[in-house]
């Protein structure tokens, strides 16, 4: 990072007009060796002023080495240095920074290559060691990330992997926020956003899924078989014991097939039998029952002209 210079371009012509002016007044009295030397003077303090004054953003610290020894952390703000005695080699970005990283054809516990990406989210909370402690912290996060990921891989099994994504996220962050700890480097969080599986293996998965979907399909609808059979048993033995509930039920079943739009109800003779309706002369009777009462509600023509008018 770069501190802003254009303060510092401001107090050098700022002072550089002041002595430019000055020199300039002072010509007519004294001689013009005298305003050369003020001009020169003046020009001089703006370029000490000028380099010897930094300013930092709200979200940078800067690391200022005297005579090549740490010497403090300056910012945010305007400070001031001694140019040449002191140099700033660092500047720190102390805000939230995401560094995206991956582990390509990486196999898992049960051997399988998977190419995994994931985010990870940190910010610095120790300028000093992360400028001092590390030579690159950047480049360092980086790496000490896909390590980490590819030791993570090679202990997790590809069904906990794909199941499991925040489980692995949080140990990705255990494991990277313990080796960047001493480089002043605080883990926020790591975030898997995709795993990768080679397509073969990803139809066979798609295939097995599918397979598993219709075995548990038919397992639910044999269970609903077996509820219904028990319902049908528990029903033959409440009959069993009662025949004139089961005629009355027979005869009530009939009655509503009879109700419906049908015209011609087919029923074997042994039930016929069973009901008691004398053969086909009963169950013909039943039929002119259902008829009468159908036409039973429904209005005549002749009251349908009466209403009318």
């Known amino acids: 990072m ?7 371009a401001l107090l050098f012509i700022v ?7 000055l020199s300039f007044a002072v010509s007519s009295d004294m001689s013009s060796t005298s305003a050369q030397l003020i001009l020169i003077l003046f020009l001089l303090l703006a370029v000490f002023v000028a380099w010897s004054t930094k300013v930092a953003s709200q979200w940078n610290r800067a ?16 400070f ?12 720190i ?4 920074i995401s560094t995206s990283f991956k582990a390509e054809k990486t196999l898992t516990k049960d051997t399988v290559p998977v190419d995994v990406d994931a985010v990870l989210f940190w910010k610095v909370v120790d300028p000093k060691k992360a400028a001092l402690d590390v030579a690159d912290y950047y480049s360092a996060i980086s790496w000490a990330s896909q390590t980490a990921l590819r030791d993570v891989i090679g202990k997790t099994e590809l ?35 995709d795993v990768l599986i080679p397509q073969g293996l990803e139809a066979a ?33 409440s009959y069993e014991d009662n025949p004139t509930a089961f005629h009355l039920r027979a005869m009530n079943m ?22 008691g309706l004398g053969g086909l002369a009963g169950t013909v009777a039943l039929a002119d029952v259902v008829k009468k009462e159908k036409t039973k509600d429904k209005p005549s023509a002749r009251e349908k002209s009466r209403n009318d008018e």
């Open 2 to 8: 770069k501190n802003n210079n254009s303060f510092a």
């Open 15 to 21: 002072i550089a007009g002041v002595g430019g002016a």
């Open 63 to 78: 690391v200022v080495l005297r005579l090549g020894k740490f010497h403090s952390l300056r910012g945010p703000g305007i």
């Open 80 to 91: 001031f240095i001694i140019p040449i005695i002191d140099t700033i080699p660092y500047w």
């Open 93 to 96: 970005d102390i805000r939230v």
């Open 159 to 193: 069904a906990d992997m794909l199941e499991g994504r925040d489980k692995m996220s949080h140990i990705l962050q255990g494991i990277i926020d313990e080796r960047t700890e001493p480089w002043g480097v605080n883990v926020i969080s790591v975030e898997v956003k």
């Open 205 to 237: 998965m798609s295939m097995q899924a599918q397979a598993e979907r219709e075995r548990q399909a038919r397992v639910i609808l044999g269970d609903s078989e077996r509820q219904i059979a028990e319902k049908f048993n528990e029903a033959a033995k």
């Open 254 to 275: 009939l009655y509503e097939g009879l109700k419906t739009n049908a015209t011609i109800v087919v029923v074997p003779s042994t039930a016929v039998e069973s009901m």
